[in-house]
């Protein structure tokens, strides 16, 4: 019997997420405010739901990825008059949500799930749009070992690497973990690179000896944030795409409340939130739909107003 699975939210990760889960063989019913992205998840072979209510009934797995906390709380457990989702998901359901969110709210929708009976994993990813399209997205996921045993037969067709970080919640420890790392290595490469191309160098040179020598990293060898180095990276396609610098904030807003809780001291993380910040509100407009690694225009343009 074909397994169902209830997808809410069909954003630029979610549309390609809910796409792989189709031809993964799943029965996809799809919810989604926006028009669009409803069309395009039908064009993918989605089932389109006129609410999250109703694409939940009988379904096997429930799959989330949302903006933010807020709006997960309010989904799964309800405020301002909105019915909570887990008064109607199936007892026998396993819930998936694959938002990036504080770990405290990823505990407080477990909590909740728990307490109505049913399993819920916290599963945020790493690897882009590019990745959610091509299904080999990098899963973190937080919740007890059968729970996440389960989860392995939605996430797969999803994602070429899953890992298990802890208990509900770590997911989200370790995505905001990764994505502050992620934040200084883009903004470290950024700043080496203009240094090098300020004093003369071809970016595209001295990209390759970096990636042949100890400064090798991620950025350089998946992303690089110079026009024209790389082909197919959003450097490329005047930044279009990719992950969003309003979304690279918040996944540093994130890591620095995690460390107030935990009195960690991550003063890089709070310098590349402050770049990004500053790249955010630079040239004279709002940078916040660009791809991070336009934080290379901001050295760029910092060289070019010195």
Known sequence: MTQKVAFIGLGNMGGGMAANLVKGGFEVRAFDLSPAAQAHAKEEGCRIAASAAEAVVGADYVVSMLPNGAIVESVYIGSDGTEALLNVIPKTALILDCSTIAPDSARRVGAAAEKAGIRFVDAPVSGGVAAAAAGTLAFMVGGVESSFEAAKTVLQPMGANIFR????????????????????????TAEALQLGMDNGLDPSVLSNIML????????????????????GVPASKDYQGGFMVDLMLKDLGLAMEASLTSRSSIPMGAAARNLFNLHKHSAGEDQGKKDFSSIQKFYAGNKKSS
Not at 165 to 188: E, F, P, S, Y
Not at 213 to 230: A, E, H, I, R
């Open 165 to 188: 970080a802890g208990d509900v919640g770590a997911g989200q420890v370790a995505k905001i973990c990764n994505n502050m790392l992620l934040a200084i290595h883009m903004t470290g």
């Open 212 to 231: 042949k020598s100890s400064g090798c990293n991620w950025s350089l060898q998946k992303y690089n944030p110079v026009p024209g180095v790389m082909e």
